[in-house]
């Protein structure tokens, strides 16, 4: 779980956050695992060409800098009333009254807490999100190393996940509260 629900004297917020070391644990980890498939003319894995690993921690920083602001835009409009509500490799406070902690090195956003939603619906926006931001890094990842396949499938993934974001996860948070 990557988000926070709380509410101010004046506003209510729900901030998904997603902490940059466990992104790109997950993304080195799945570029590894791909790699090790790609076999050179000798048969040898290309791990070193295709995976991601602390050396790219630069190229990383960038994706997930584009990643995210990509990711902001689907939810914009949600954050009216909110300021500063996109979180750059910031520290984000979590937990409720009495049991407050933080996490450190963390990229998402705020939006506006419309309270009228299934709480169940959180957890599923809050995967959407991450699936997006991973497949965004992924997709930039097989560009950069130029392995046009790879970026062809990571970008149709992309696309995949940007439209479930937009259409079916953020729908449940949008709606106002009818009385």
């Given at each position: 779980?990557?988000?926070?629900?709380?509410?101010?004297?004046?506003?209510?917020?729900?901030?998904f956050y997603y902490q940059r070391e466990n992104i790109f644990n997950n993304v080195s980890l799945?570029?590894?695992?791909?790699?090790?498939?790609?076999?050179?003319?000798?048969?040898?894995?290309?791990?070193?060409q295709y995976s991601m690993s602390a050396d790219e921690d630069d190229a990383f920083a960038i994706f997930l800098l584009d990643a995210v602001n990509d990711a902001f835009?689907?939810?914009m409009k949600m954050t009216t009333g909110v300021t500063d509500a996109i979180i750059?490799?910031?520290?984000?406070?979590?937990?409720?009254i009495g049991a407050v902690s933080s996490v450190t090195n963390c990229y998402g956003f705020m939006i506006l807490d419309e309270e009228a939603y299934n709480e169940n619906a959180l957890f599923t926006v809050d995967d959407g999100i991450k699936k997006y931001i991973q497949s965004h890094i992924?997709?930039?990842?097989?560009?950069?190393?130029?392995?046009e396949k790879e970026e062809a499938k990571w970008l149709v993934t992309r696309d995949r996940e940007r439209a479930d974001l937009i259409t079916n996860r953020l729908f449940q948070l949008r709606k106002k509260l009818q009385s």
């Open positions: 779980m990557s988000y926070t629900k709380y509410t101010t004297e004046t506003l209510a917020r729900i901030t799945r570029t590894m695992y791909r790699a090790k498939t790609i076999l050179n003319e000798k048969g040898e894995a290309m791990n070193d835009q689907a939810v750059i490799d910031q520290t984000v406070v979590t937990g409720e992924l997709a930039a990842w097989w560009g950069l190393v130029s392995y």
